[in-house]
């Protein structure tokens, strides 16, 4: 079993529609990232999280650090969103990361 | 913040040869990683890239195949030696805020083997 556990691994919907991706974690984590990865490969860090929610446009993500959960909310998702979204821990006391198997979001217009 | 880039960013090689993937940071930063993408795959940790000392290899990943060095705090070399066609991966470089935990990714390199 993966220390971290993404689910859906796809996701499909149409433009506007609330995206929800969830992260389950088994191990103690320092914080744990939310990262986007489009075609070609870059990747970039959406969120770092240790506690609570944080909020960017219409990006949600929150974190409840006694049930090892995380989750990453898009609200009137659009097109441009379509992208793979990775969750990641920093393993406590490792100073490294551990990767969730990414979910491949693909937003319809 | 913390700009990385990556060189080549792409190639294809021959099966037998080896290829060396350079990752040049803006700033300087103490944890600086390699990373393998396999297609359709998440990211797997190779090693933790040490200034000035060997590198620290994660499990089912060894020097002989994989060499690193950091002759320094913005600078790292990743080899690929021996390759086969199981090798052809995405090679990713990342760095981490020691105290903050920021991360930041490199572009990628793209490997091809033949």
């Known amino acids: 079993k993966n220390e971290v556990e993404q689910s859906p691994q796809n996701l499909t919907a149409q433009e506007g529609e609330f995206i929800t991706i969830n992260c389950s974690y088994s191990?103690?984590?320092?914080?744990l990232h939310w990262l986007q990865q489009h075609p070609g490969g870059g990747i970039v860090s959406l969120f770092m999280?240790?506690?609570g929610k944080k909020k960017h446009g219409r990006l949600i993500a929150t974190i409840n650090i006694q049930e090892k959960h995380s989750s990453l909310h898009i609200t009137a998702s659009h097109p441009r969103d379509s992208a793979v979204y990775i969750c990641?821990?920093?393993?406590?006391?490792?100073?490294?990361?551990?990767f969730g198997q990414g979910t491949r979001l693909t937003i319809n217009p | 913040s913390a700009v990385i880039s990556q060189k080549p960013s792409r190639d294809i090689c021959q099966r037998g040869t080896s290829l060396t993937i350079q990752c040049q940071v803006d700033?300087?930063?103490?944890?600086m990683f390699w990373y393998r993408q396999q297609p359709g795959q998440s990211l797997t940790l190779i090693a933790t890239a040490n200034q000035g000392s060997e590198a620290t290899y994660e499990s089912g990943f060894v020097i002989d195949k994989f060499p690193i060095s950091r002759p320094n705090l913005t600078f790292s070399t990743l080899t690929v030696s021996n390759m086969s066609p199981e090798d052809s991966s995405i090679y990713l470089c990342?760095?981490?805020?020691?105290?903050?935990?920021?991360?930041?990714f490199g572009p990628g390199t793209r490997l091809t083997v033949t």
């Open positions: 191990v103690g984590i320092s914080a």
């Open positions: 990342s760095v981490m805020g020691l105290l903050t935990y920021e991360q930041y």
């Open positions: 700033s300087q930063v103490t944890m």
């Open positions: 990641a821990a920093i393993i406590q006391g490792a100073q490294k990361l551990v």
């Open positions: 999280l240790s506690s």
